[in-house]
């Protein structure tokens, strides 16, 4: 496991705690110390690699610090972030610095996702405005470095139309590679029938969808134990959303929508079994998001996680975990993800080179599949 940005700039995570004299001992799982091989066989494309940009960054503060700011845990992360300027420093710069870190840790391919809480925790006309600018930056990033940078759009899904609009444009005029939604936006999800139009441009314009984990809505239970990140509330937040997603019948109703997960698919390739033992739970229930008329799966739920879904290794840098998603899923399905800046680590990514995978499916795990999904040159 790699390690995570604190707020004073230093680093502490599984992989790791740096002592007084600066020297790093291994805790936990982590793998081991190890160089990175500059002569792979592979492209090492790193595909849930976040970014930000000022505007959006100062958006989000003044929301949170007026009078009637929403009671909003994701907005609250923000404002948390936007502390740490270190970590912002990082998430900004898209040029010098994100690929002399890129050639540090030998990677040759970056794909953009612009980090949580994003445009959707800031009111529709404002993150309308500020998602179309995050997509023209990005895609300015990307023609000036096309060797180095690829990107996911941006939408403000509480403005649908809008929201489509911009898949669109992003999609056709920007020429980039897909969409990114930071999970809930004030408690809502994309399987709500008025998000229709988003889902409808997606297929429409081939363009995959990543849901990026953020604090949960309501994050009581998991801000009471300290658990509202990684270690709970955001792979909890994206795992209701997606089951949201399969259980509204959206992937029946858009055959060729395609989204993408990270986190080794947020644990939930391990449930496949039990999730076809209790679908019948949920096929044929009628009222549910808020009345809505009931929904019967025309297959397994196990189906659209072969079929619609990919999962990328986004912070679980863990060949045991990785072999049982490709064994499930497939080896098509499964991406490689850093996660940076949030995780980075050399130690991990000599890990990946280690592991005992076929080489054609190390291939497909590391280059191939992300070219597939997200439509990116092959060079």
Request: proline share 8%; hydrophobic share 40%.
């Amino acid at each position: 496991m790699a390690s995570e940005l604190l707020p004073d700039g230093s680093e502490k995570g599984l992989r790791g705690h740096m002592t007084e004299r600066g020297v790093r001992r291994r805790v936990g799982m982590a793998p081991p110390a190890g160089e990175i091989a500059r002569n792979v066989p592979y492209k090492r494309i790193a595909t849930e690699e976040a970014w930000t940009f000022p505007e959006l960054v100062e958006a989000q503060l003044k929301l949170l610090k007026t009078a009637n700011a929403p009671d909003d845990p994701a907005l609250r992360m923000g404002g948390m972030f936007a502390s740490m300027p270190e970590l912002q420093k990082m998430l900004c710069d898209l040029g010098d610095l994100r690929i002399a870190h890129m050639d540090e840790y030998g990677i040759d391919r970056q794909l953009l996702l612009l980090t949580a809480p994003g445009p959707q925790v800031l009111e529709p006309e404002e993150g309308t405005r500020l998602a179309a600018r995050s997509n023209d930056i990005a895609a300015e990033a990307c023609a000036k470095r096309p060797d180095r940078f690829s990107a996911l759009a941006a939408f403000q899904p509480q403005d649908p139309d809008a929201a489509a609009r911009e898949i669109e444009r992003a999609m056709k005029e920007l020429n980039l590679n897909g969409a990114v939604l930071n999970s809930h936006f004030r408690g809502h999800f994309l399987d709500e029938p008025q998000c229709d139009p988003i889902l409808a441009a997606l297929e429409e314009n081939d363009a995959a969808l990543y849901i990026h984990p953020t604090a949960p809505f309501d994050d009581r239970v998991y801000s009471a134990r300290n658990t509202t990140g990684a270690l709970g509330g955001f792979p909890h937040d994206v795992w209701n959303h997606t089951m949201g997603i399969i259980l509204s019948g959206a992937f029946d109703k858009y055959p060729k929508l395609r989204l993408v997960i990270g986190h080794l698919g947020e644990c939930m390739p391990l449930h496949l079994y039990r999730f076809d033992w209790m679908q019948s739970n949920a096929d044929g229930v009628p009222g549910l998001r808020g009345g809505q008329p009931a929904v019967t799966l025309k297959h397994p739920m196990s189906h659209y996680f072969h079929n619609n879904i990919w999962i990328t290794t986004s912070g679980v840098g863990w060949e045991p975990g990785i072999k049982f998603c490709m064994d499930v899923m497939g080896p098509e399905r499964v991406l490689y993800a850093m996660d940076y800046p949030y995780q980075q680590s050399s130690d991990e990514v000599a890990a990946y080179d280690r592991m005992d995978i076929p080489p054609a499916h190390k291939k497909m795990l590391m280059q191939e599949n992300a070219e597939h999904v997200f439509r990116l040159p092959k060079d």
